[in-house]
């Protein structure tokens, strides 16, 4: 059975850093694309970041430049690291295994729907 367990979520203030971590558990974690998905109060579940197996990244244009996904394949787990936070980035954030991945432009990555595997999420607030 395919576990998520996500960790690294608090309080904290405005222009600080966090890193999000994800450990994965009864999956073929290294064949698989993963994202990370965040969901505001009120608002519905939006794609973050996701990577392939080989490392290559997909980012939403509202974090780029200010986050990072990476994953250690030896580990079974997924990061992300999380700079330069501001109030709007409160929010639960959610890891998912298993989605689609893509070949475009002579580089592969990873779509934002279809994932079959959700962690419970760890909740990030962030004070100004």
């Known amino acids: 059975q395919v576990q998520l367990v996500e960790s690294g979520g608090g309080s904290v203030q405005a222009g600080g850093s966090l890193r999000l971590s994800c450990v994965a558990s009864?999956?073929?974690?290294?064949?698989?694309?993963m994202g990370w998905f965040r969901q505001a109060p009120g608002k519905q579940r939006e794609g973050v970041a996701t990577i392939d197996s080989g490392g290559s990244a997909n980012y939403a244009d509202s974090v780029k430049g200010r986050v990072t996904i990476s994953r250690d394949n030896a580990k079974n787990t997924l990061y992300l690291q999380k700079n330069s936070l501001k109030s709007e980035n409160t929010a639960m954030y959610y890891c998912?295994?298993?989605?689609?991945?893509?070949?475009?432009?002579?580089?592969?990555?990873?779509?934002?729907?279809?994932?079959?595997?959700w962690g419970q999420g760890t909740q990030v607030t962030v004070s100004s």
């Open positions: 009864g999956y073929t974690y290294r064949y698989n694309c």
């Open positions: 998912a295994a298993h989605g689609p991945s893509f070949f475009s432009g002579g580089r592969s990555y990873c779509g934002w729907d279809g994932y079959d595997y």
